[in-house]
């Protein structure tokens, strides 16, 4: 029962941030100066709404008297995207009344996407009796009322209007993912998403097909089979062709799913420790799902053999998905060779300017990805000046520069940076010749420096943090990324106040990935240890085996045991992640970073 109220509650946090970036046109908001507000409008599409919606704020703050109510509109907006509603509450008492017309429509529209985001349909439905018109926003949140209140056919039908006033093939796109989105969360909660006697074609052609999503995204046999007769009695249906490519293209469900899988992972040699892990990971993904269309796995050393030459002898053996290799370098010889023959999901990200091929995919536990989404944290947190301390090697000046050019775009300031020797653990020096401070009681760190960030590995972070502390400079905000802390580790006392993000399979003990988490450590007791966010690596590179196609039709998100996932425009996984703060040696949630206070109308 838990189970299914939490799938209830995803779906229809997911249904609420793809109606509201459907049913939401891009509008060009200046604010003084026009920075804010432009910055704002990349954050939002590049889907960083909490960014965005902070960013739309200080634009509104700044305006002038009676100019910013757009902007204040723009932020509510954002932060319902961001499923923030307590945010779009404060944003939207920052208007200044009186309203002109279109913004008293568009705050009561988004007053009613606040009670549909609070569960309230009914508050909703009320507030939205009162609102004339039939334009494209309007009709999404329209049509999210009447999901809301398991009206699905007036839904469907809502936004089969919605979609007449679209010129744009990736508006039309949208809007038909908030079709089967919208069905699907309905069925969830228990809706009739039958046609009516009589109904119109269309209509029961978009009913069918959500139906058939439904049980796809459950795991359900012959979904391919009831997508070929869908497709075949309604062959002129207007449903996306990429859309059913995405669903058609490769299985999504049980006995559709991939005859013969070959993971390429480095078992021997110096590397062994690391694909060893990913492997079991991926074992116990297997082991975990269900027994019905289980693909054929099999393993291929790349340390005995080059992965070029592991790649072939893998479709020469029948294989028709490649996951893996594990390197950077690697992944680019296996690009070069990818045809289209087998789909590819890489354990690594292509280097910049390479071409990605068709049907090839890319996963990587991404350090650099990890210190940009520390910098848009930091930003958002208010702490706009800082400064880095990184090791001397190539992985140090990777993980800064990522944080310092996604900083310097957030609008921050790196007022200095320290590099350290890993080989040596008496860092007191470098930090306070960055610092400024003596070390002695009763000083303080540099004016200047509102936080500091800190690449490391957890027994580096630890001698740090400690050192910090010994300079009277611990209660400076220190943020880093998930590689300073080691669940498994000693210690970890000597870390408290780091603040990161890191997966749901290390803070989320309790939830899906810790039953995960828990699955992959019996099959393979003793084993995980340091290196536990492998296994969960290679846990999620299996589901992604079948997902893949689901998330490049853009309907929903994967939540993983390495985060919440999502596919972009290039085959790259992207991974949501989670903050939290050492205390007492074991990791506390951190909160997301509070809204901007509305001032007084």
Same mark, same amino acid.
């Given at each position: ?26 509008? =060009? ?19 960083? =709404?909490?960014?965005?919606?902070? &960013? ?83 009709? @999404? ?35 038909? !993912?908030? %079709?089967?989105?919208?069905?699907? &969360? ?25 139906? %058939? ?15 070929? @007769? ?5 062959? &002129? =249906? ?8 995405? %669903? ?31 492997? /079991? ?17 099999? #393993? ?57 091929? /068709? ?40 993980? #800064?520069?990522? *944080? ?9 300031? %790196? ?16 930090? !306070? ?26 027994? =580096? ?13 611990? @209660? ?23 603040? *990161? ?51 490049? &039709? ?9 985060? !919440?996932?999502?596919? /972009? ?33």
């Amino acid at each position: 029962m838990q189970a299914k109220l939490r799938n209830v509650r995803n779906a229809l946090a997911a249904l609420l941030v793809a109606t509201l970036a459907a049913g939401c046109q891009a509008t =060009h908001l200046t604010g003084p100066g026009g920075d804010p507000a432009e910055r704002a409008a990349r954050l939002a599409r590049e889907g960083d =709404h909490a960014g965005a919606a902070k &960013s739309y704020e200080a634009a509104a703050q700044a305006a002038a008297a009676g100019t910013g109510n757009a902007l204040w509109l723009a932020a509510a907006n954002e932060w319902l995207q961001a499923r923030d509603a307590g945010a779009a509450e404060n944003a939207l008492a920052g208007l200044t009344r009186p309203l002109a017309a279109a913004d008293a429509r568009e705050q009561r529209r988004l007053d009613a996407e606040v009670a549909l985001a609070r569960g309230d349909t009914a508050r909703a439905a009320g507030l939205l009796k009162a609102l004339d018109g039939d334009d494209a926003t309007m009709l @999404a949140t329209r049509a999210r009322v009447q999901f809301g209140s398991l009206q699905v056919a007036d839904a469907v039908s809502t936004l089969m209007a919605r979609e007449r006033l679209l010129t744009a093939p990736a508006d039309w796109q949208a809007n038909q !993912r908030l %079709i089967v989105g919208g069905i699907q &969360s309905a069925l969830l909660r228990g809706a009739n998403a039958r046609a009516p006697a009589g109904a119109d074609p269309v209509l029961a052609g978009w009913l069918e097909l959500g139906r %058939i999503l439904a049980d796809a995204q459950s795991g359900a046999l012959g979904v391919q089979r009831r997508l070929r @007769a869908w497709k075949g009695r309604y062959p &002129s =249906h207007p449903a996306s062709e990429l859309l059913w490519k995405g %669903i058609a293209e490769r299985p999504v469900a049980g006995g559709d799913r991939p005859q013969q899988v070959a993971l390429l992972l480095p078992l021997s040699g110096r590397a062994a420790s690391a694909g060893g892990a990913v492997r /079991d990971g991926f074992l116990g993904g297997y082991y975990d799902g269900s027994n019905a269309g289980r693909p054929r796995i099999r #393993v291929y050393d790349v340390a005995e053999r080059d992965a070029p030459s592991a790649y072939l002898q893998a479709l020469a053996d029948g294989c028709d998905f490649i996951v893996g290799p594990l390197t950077r370098e690697e992944v680019a010889e296996l690009a070069s060779l990818a045809d289209g023959r087998a789909t590819t999901l890489a354990l690594n990200f292509l280097p910049d300017g390479v071409q990605v091929p /068709d049907r090839f995919y890319q996963f990587a536990l991404s350090p650099e990805d990890e210190a940009r989404l520390a910098a848009r944290r930091i930003a958002a947190d208010g702490r706009l000046s800082g400064v880095t301390l990184a090791p001397q090697s190539d992985w140090g000046r990777r993980v #800064v520069g990522a *944080f310092a050019e996604e900083f310097a775009a957030a609008g921050g300031r %790196i007022v200095d940076r320290a590099d350290y020797v890993p080989s040596t653990a008496d860092f007191n020096e470098t930090l !306070r010749r960055l610092l400024q401070t003596t070390g002695q009681r009763g000083s303080s760190p540099r004016p200047d420096a509102a936080f500091i960030f800190i690449a490391a590995q957890p027994v =580096h972070g630890r001698l740090i943090r400690t050192q910090l502390r010994f300079n009277y400079a611990s @209660a400076l905000p220190t943020y880093a990324i998930s590689d300073i802390f080691d669940p498994s580790g000693a210690g970890n006392q000597d870390l408290d106040g780091v603040i *990161f993000p890191d997966m749901p399979w290390i803070l989320d003990p309790v939830g899906a990935a810790g039953g995960a988490r828990e699955t992959v450590e019996r099959a393979f007791p003793g084993r995980v240890g340091p290196l536990t966010r492998l296994y969960a690596f290679g846990y999620d590179a299996y589901r992604l085996v079948s997902e893949l196609p689901r998330l490049r &039709s853009g309907v929903g998100y994967l939540p993983g045991a390495t985060g !919440r996932l999502s596919l /972009d425009g290039d085959g790259r996984v992207r991974r949501e992640l989670d903050w939290a703060q050492i205390v007492t040696g074991r990791v506390a949630p951190w909160p997301p970073p509070a809204p901007l206070a509305a001032p007084a109308p």
